[in-house]
């Protein structure tokens, strides 16, 4: 347990900073390059503690997998999916995406492996998913309510399913494609609302057969196989929404990101922002990628509150504290409907930002179907703060207190390691004391 003290004086944001490279991507590009035949490399990989678990559980199923931790590569021989029988239960720590990941490509495989997994996940249960993969014909036995520890065996005999989705949930989705993937038949995921999407982009990039429409995913069976590829993985927009955040909000600011990832299915805050009246500036834009990307130029500007809908709200499930943090200095009120399937999936860390942001003075209202944010709150510090182990939340309250004079401490900061190890030293290198 860590504690960070803030700075008693209000900064701007200047200069250039490029950040790690995109987690949710290269969680999947380690999964595709361990599962394909032949030689995966990968580029601009970022050695974050929740990537560090992912390739620790791939090398144990049988991959190698070589990084060079200065130049940000990796290389991965892959298994060509004949996974490794272990005598020992699989860690996953509490990497939350890595267990639904994993329960879909464990389904395809016959041998038994026991997943277990930190408090967090432990207390998590996954149910849904878990009755979803058994239909398609894996076991899957918990000590207690669908939660870790999870004995799996999975069949080599998979049949695919049709899945009305009932919660707009991207790791769900990602599980039956993976499953899906190695079946026997057509796994169809009738979409409710569309969510990230790189899963699928990743899968047809290795040689999957992914068919995806608005209303419909359809995962036709891999009987070929997937061949290793090559990939350079864009900057993380959720590590960079922390800069945008910070720039747009902090007068006298003007800050440029190279090389940001832009899918469509990510940048809902940028999407957020661009309705609060921010004026944000796109430069080289690329789409000719695996993920397009672009360099992004933030100046500091007055926003307005704004509403925004439940169709918006799976592009912005990482970045609800900081565009909370966001409308409480806007003039106006913004509203969020639309959050019930968020708060199904991450209902503590909405009542932790609320708690938190409370104690800096911002009060916000948070239901199981909205949450309600008035403008032009000002920062008043009251107690200090903890990050709750939630590496969002950690980074946003470091965001919060770049915007006032009032010194505070920010408990368990040690939590940004999960996506972001250099984020405070990175965060120094482009503030301006005013």
């Known amino acids: 347990m860590f504690d960070f003290n803030t700075q008693p004086r209000k900064f701007s944001f200047q200069g250039e900073i490029t950040v790690p490279g995109d987690k949710s991507i290269a969680h999947r590009a380690i999964i595709f390059g361990a599962l394909a035949n ?19 559980v791939f090398r ?30 699989i860690q996953i720590d509490n990497v939350g995406t890595l267990r639904s990941l994993l329960y879909g490509v464990l389904a395809s495989s016959p041998n038994q492996y026991e ?30 309510k669908n939660a870790l520890p999870m004995k799996i065996t999975g069949s080599n005999d998979l049949q695919g399913i049709t899945y009305h989705q009932d919660i707009s949930n991207a790791q769900i989705k990602s599980s039956l494609v993976l499953a899906g993937i190695y079946a ?9 609302l569309p969510t990230r999407n790189h899963t699928e982009v990743l899968a047809n990039y290795f040689g999957a057969d992914v068919d995806v429409k608005p209303d ?14 090559s990939l350079t993985v864009p900057g993380d927009f959720s590590s960079a929404a922390m800069y945008i955040v910070g720039a ?29 009246g921010a004026h944000i500036f796109l430069n080289q834009h690329s789409i000719n990628s695996v993920e397009p990307f672009g360099d992004l130029i933030i100046k500091s500007q007055k926003l307005h509150g704004t509403t925004i ?32 399937d968020v708060y199904l999936q991450i209902s503590d860390r909405l009542i932790n930002m609320r708690t938190e942001l409370a104690k ?56 940004i390691d999960v996506s972001y190890p250099g984020f405070i030293a990175d965060l120094n290198k482009v503030l301006v004391a005013k």
């Open 216 to 229: 419909i995913i359809v995962v036709h069976p891999n009987h070929g196989q997937l061949e290793g590829q």
């Open 115 to 144: 997943v277990i997994g930190g408090d967090y996940l432990q207390k998590r249960p996954t149910s849904h998913l878990v009755n979803l993969l058994q239909e398609m014909g894996a076991s899957y036995q918990a000590t207690t």
């Open 360 to 415: 800096l003075g911002i009060i916000m209202q948070v239901h199981e179907d909205q949450i309600v944010i008035d403008g032009d709150q000002e920062i008043k510090v009251k107690d200090d703060v903890d990050s709750h182990n939630d590496h969002r939340i950690a980074m946003m309250l470091c965001i919060a207190s770049i915007l006032t004079d009032t010194p505070f401490k920010i408990k368990n900061i040690e939590a």
């Open 309 to 340: 809908s439940a169709q918006q709200v799976p592009f912005i499930i990482d970045e609800i504290p900081l565009i909370a943090l966001m409308a409480s200095q806007a003039k106006g009120q913004t509203v969020i409907d639309g959050i019930h």
């Open 184 to 192: 026997n038949s057509d796994t169809r995921i009738i979409r409710k």
């Open 60 to 89: 144990e199923l049988g991959a190698k997998i070589h990084t060079e931790i200065s130049n940000k590569d990796m290389i991965i021989k892959g298994i060509n999916h004949q996974l490794k029988p272990l005598d020992h239960p």
């Open 38 to 56: 032949g030689v995966t490399q990968i580029s601009n990989f970022m050695y974050a503690d929740d990537l560090a678990v992912t390739v620790r």
């Open 248 to 276: 747009l909000l902090s007068e006298g600011s003007e800050i440029t990101l190279p090389r940001v990832g832009l899918n469509t299915t990510r940048i809902g805050l940028l999407n957020v922002a661009k309705q609060m």
